[in-house]
């Protein structure tokens, strides 16, 4: 079974306009980081935000924000008033707490674009 | 702002040939990682690197693949003899700890294309 699962391989936004990046997880282990990474053309990657599961307000950064919602085990990233250079792939990521786990696990990623 | 880099940006190499893929990692971070993205596909973990042992790896990282920290500030990724299907993005991470909590940087990448 898919550990991060993002649905949407492909948005199109307009510039200014909010956008909605989803993420579902699935874990049992109680402790876990949800992590989002923007990687842009050029391919390097970027780390945007963090949630922890024991958090009890949502992330933000800037223009950034997670929607976190654990009951249902979803992640995801809010970015406000959208801007060109937004346009990247977005890549939701968990890292679990127990045992001798160090990796993230990814999702598939979903491909961003804000037309002018 | 401290950052990881990455040296080279893109190797090009014949199949069979070794390539060491290098990193250096944010000077106070005291765990290392190497994940690769095959074109258009997920990013997959390898490795990750503690106080000169591998501390976690992943059934990708066969006896193909090895690591080192060869001084203090260096960590590298060698692949003995490469394969077509080695060809990726690979990117070397570091975090100050490993707890849940910690989030890694990652580098540039190097793009490495197996011919």
């Known amino acids: 079974a898919q550990k991060i699962t993002q649905t949407q391989p492909g948005m199109f936004v307009q510039e200014k306009e909010a956008v909605t990046l989803d993420c579902t997880y699935d874990t049992s282990d109680p402790s876990y980081g949800l992590f989002w990474y923007k990687q842009p053309s050029s391919g390097e990657m970027i780390f945007l935000i963090y949630?922890?599961?024991?958090d009890q307000q949502n992330a933000t950064e800037g223009r950034y924000s997670l929607n976190f919602q654990k009951a249902r085990k979803s992640a995801n990233l809010v970015i406000s008033a959208s801007q060109l250079g937004d346009s990247a792939m977005y890549f939701c990521?968990?890292?679990?707490?127990?045992?001798?786990?160090?990796?993230?696990?990814w999702g598939a990623g979903t491909k961003l674009i804000i037309k002018p | 702002e401290p950052e990881v880099t990455q040296t080279p940006s893109h190797q090009v190499t014949q199949m069979g040939q070794e390539v060491i893929l290098r990193c250096v990692p944010i000077?106070?971070?005291?765990?290392f990682y190497w994940y690769r993205q095959i074109l258009g596909q997920k990013v997959e973990f390898l490795v990750s690197f503690y106080n000169n042992e591998i501390s976690e790896k992943s059934e990708i990282f066969d006896d193909q693949f090895s690591v080192e920290r060869p001084d203090g500030s260096n960590f590298t990724l060698k692949i003995r003899s490469t394969k077509l299907e080695d060809s990726a993005m690979y990117f070397c991470?570091?975090?100050?700890?490993?707890?849940?909590?910690?989030?890694?940087?990652f580098g540039p990448g190097t793009r490495l294309t197996v011919l």
């Open positions: 991470a570091s975090s100050p700890r490993a707890t849940t909590r910690d989030t890694q940087y």
């Open positions: 000077s106070n971070h005291l765990y």
């Open positions: 949630q922890g599961s024991y």
């Open positions: 990521a968990m890292r679990e707490g127990l045992g001798s786990n160090y990796q993230l696990i």
